[in-house]
């Protein structure tokens, strides 16, 4: 026989109160995962983030391959700062051909300032010559021709929790892309195959990008401007990568990236 209830307790009221605080749980836990950003709107949050960031320090590693009537391939790695949307100033090490070299860039509204590749002084090129635009990571935060999105996971990054996407872009935008770069050029290059995919790493307390592998592949027919490729009349396939690590995050670039004197 169940004695008494203490004064001021009922257990009618208890169930009651229990129900509510486990349908305020629920409903916690129902707007958290609504306030949620899918993978396509956090891919697109954080390229706006980075954007708005104005600056970044960049590291990272790549791979350029070239089949063409002369087969040219090498790894290289670069170091450097970026000001968005349009400059970037950037020391890559590589080695072509069994020779080392280190190059410098520096990119600024259309335009690739080189030195170590030809000559011991400051060359300049349109930025969309192949020569000049192949090493500028700064066309590879443009994701404005994503075409799917997908998470893969959620590791720690750098002790800081992040939101691994990857993606690929569309087919048809990156061809226009790539001849639209050309209408400065006097050659021109017709593009075809073009495939482009990436992952990409977004931290989750501020959806900012930390970390892009990004690769490209494509035929071309046309002159290059590249010593040794094949003729206008035959193809080659341009295949290049890049794992590119953003830290600094809106920190002053110093010295303020500027145009070298060219020879």
């Not at 949620?36 to 970044?56: G, M, R, V, Y």
């Not at 860039?105 to 969309?128: E, H, M, P, Q, Y």
Request: charge should be negative.
């Amino acid at each position: 026989m169940v004695g008494p209830e203490p004064d001021g307790y009922c257990p009618v009221v208890a169930l009651r109160l229990l129900g509510c605080l486990a349908a305020l749980a629920i409903a916690c836990g129902q707007a958290a995962t609504l306030a949620e950003p899918s993978p396509t709107e956090l891919l697109q949050k954080a390229s706006t983030n980075l954007k708005d960031a104005k600056t970044a320090h960049i590291d990272g590693t790549g791979s350029f391959a070239l089949t063409s009537g002369l087969s040219l391939s090498f790894d290289f790695k670069m170091s450097g700062d970026v000001e968005m949307p349009d400059k970037s100033r950037l020391a890559t090490e590589m080695s072509v051909l069994g020779q080392s070299l280190s190059v410098d860039t520096i990119t600024i509204g259309g335009r690739t300032f080189s030195k170590g590749l030809i000559g011991s002084g400051w060359t300049v090129t349109a930025a969309n010559d192949p020569q000049g635009a192949m090493l500028d990571p700064l066309g590879q935060t443009d994701l404005s021709a994503v075409a799917t999105v997908t998470e893969v996971d959620r590791p720690v990054v750098d002790g800081r929790k992040t939101r691994h996407l990857s993606y690929s872009i569309d087919q048809a935008k990156l061809a226009e892309k790539m001849k639209a770069a050309q209408t400065a050029t006097t050659a021109s290059v017709d593009v075809s195959n073009a495939t482009a995919k990436g992952e990409i790493w977004i931290r989750t307390e501020d959806n900012q990008i930390v970390r892009q592998l990004v690769t490209i592949s494509m035929d071309m027919a046309g002159d290059l401007g590249i010593p040794g490729a094949s003729p206008a009349s035959s193809k080659s396939t341009l295949a290049m990568s890049f794992d590119l690590k953003f830290t600094h995050l809106g920190e002053p670039v110093s010295p303020a990236i500027a145009a070298p004197p060219t020879q």
